[in-house]
Nanobody, 123 residues
Framework: LRLAAGVWGGLVQAGGSLRLSCSASGRTFSNNAVGWFRQAPGKEREFVAAISWRSDSTSYGDSVKGRFTVSRDHAKNTVYLQMNSLKPEDTAVYLC????????????????WGKGTQVTVSS
C-alpha cells in the first residue's frame, strides 16, 4: 500500500481554508481506519484526525476540533481533511496513515504512512 498526500489551495493566510487528500495505490483501504497527523519543526508528531472504515466514527485532536473535518470517498479510495479557520500554529508537515484495523485506536496502530505534505499558514 502506498499513500500519497496532497494539498489543494497552496499557501494560505490565517483564517483561510485548505483541503488535504490522501490517496492509496496498490490496494484499497476501504476496510481500514485512516488518520491524519502533523509534525512541526522541533515538535513531536501530533494526532490531528481519524476516520473509521465506514465513516461512522471520527475523532479529532483538541487543537483542531471545530475547525477540521475528516471524510472519505470509498469510490475514489481517498480520505480528505478539510481545514478551516487556519492559524499560523497549524503550520506543519501533514501525514496520513492507515491502520490495519477498522477503527482508530492510536498512532501505534497505524501500519502504513505517507511521506507528508507541507501546510504553511501565514499570519
Amino acid at each position: 500500500l502506498r499513500l500519497a498526500a496532497g494539498v489543494w489551495g497552496g499557501l494560505v493566510q490565517a483564517g483561510g481554508s485548505l483541503r488535504l487528500s490522501c490517496s492509496a495505490s496498490g490496494r484499497t483501504f476501504s476496510n481500514n481506519a485512516v488518520g491524519w497527523f502533523r509534525q512541526a519543526p522541533g515538535k513531536e508528531r501530533e494526532f490531528v484526525a481519524a476516520i473509521s472504515w465506514r465513516s461512522d466514527s471520527t475523532s479529532y485532536g483538541d487543537s483542531v476540533k471545530g475547525r477540521f473535518t475528516v471524510s472519505r470517498d470509498h469510490a475514489k479510495n481517498t480520505v480528505y481533511l478539510q481545514m478551516n479557520s487556519l492559524k499560523p500554529e497549524d503550520t506543519a508537515v501533514y501525514l496520513c496513515a492507515v491502520s490495519l484495523k477498522p477503527y482508530y485506536s492510536d498512532a501505534r496502530g497505524m501500519r502504513y504512512w505517507g511521506k507528508g505534505t507541507q501546510v504553511t499558514v501565514s499570519s
